[in-house]
Structures are given as C-alpha cells and as structure tokens.
C-alpha cells in the first residue's frame, strides 16, 4: 500500500509541475507583430536593387502580403502593400534597426515613397 501512495503522491506532484511548467511557458510567449508597408515606387531600378539586398538578410520574418494592390474603404489606398509577419515586436524592431538593413535605407528611399509600421498582435493563448 505504500508504494501506491508513493506512486500517486509522484503522478500528483509531476502533474502540478507539468502544469506549472505550461503555464510558464504560455507566459513567456510573445505576440507576433505585424509590419504593414505602404509604398509608391519612384525608381524602379533603385527599388529592385533595395528589394534585392533587403531579400538577402537573414530574418524571420514571413510574407503575408507582396507587392499586392489594396482596396480602400474610407481615405485613398495606398499604390502598393506589403504586410509581414514577425515572431515578435523586438524582432521586427531588431531587423529594422540592424546595421545591415539600416544600409538599404538610402536605396530605399531613392526607390519609392515609403510608409510602414509595426504593430503587436494579440497574446497567444
């Protein structure tokens, strides 16, 4: 009869640390972000030489939408979008300011009129 006691007291106590462990690992999570870009090319020959070296950089980030037309609702719609994925706000953040990227900036610029930001998606759950 001890043994199972001791059996069960064991299942009981790896359980509560098992769920322990999960609700620490669901904390930890990070929202995704998502980076939404607005542009209008202006060059296209500087424009390609900017997508080529920003499509050269290591990152996380994931393609939602490229290059894609939008449909406004209220206001004007912007010429092109791109909407990207990030694990979190600091990795987007991280690539944005990365000296690698940072240097892209000027090609650029020369290539298109240029809006984006990030934002914080909803907490996983």
């Keep these: 009869m001890k043994k199972s006691v001791l059996v069960c007291a ?9 769920g322990a462990a999960m609700q620490i690992a669901r904390a930890a999570e990070r929202p995704a972000a998502y ?3 607005e542009y209008e090319i202006t060059d296209r020959d500087a424009f390609q030489a900017y997508i080529k070296g ?3 950089l290591p990152t996380s980030r994931v393609f939602l939408a490229r290059h894609a037309k939008a449909t406004a609702l209220s206001g004007a719609a ?13 990795d987007a953040l ?7 990227y940072q240097a892209l900036i000027a090609t650029r610029d020369k290539g298109a009129r ?3 930001y990030v934002i914080e998606g909803l907490p996983p759950n």
């Excluded at 064991?10 to 098992?18: D, I, K, P, R």
């Excluded at 912007?78 to 600091?90: C, D, F």
């Excluded at 991280?94 to 690698?100: R, T």
């Design 10 to 18: 064991a299942a009981l106590v790896g359980a509560a640390f098992g």
């Design 35 to 37: 980076m939404v870009v």
């Design 54 to 56: 920003a499509n050269a």
């Design 78 to 90: 912007p010429t092109w979008v791109g909407i990207l994925k990030y694990p979190s706000l600091e």
């Design 94 to 100: 991280a690539f944005e300011n990365s000296p690698e």
């Design 114 to 116: 240029w809006r984006a």
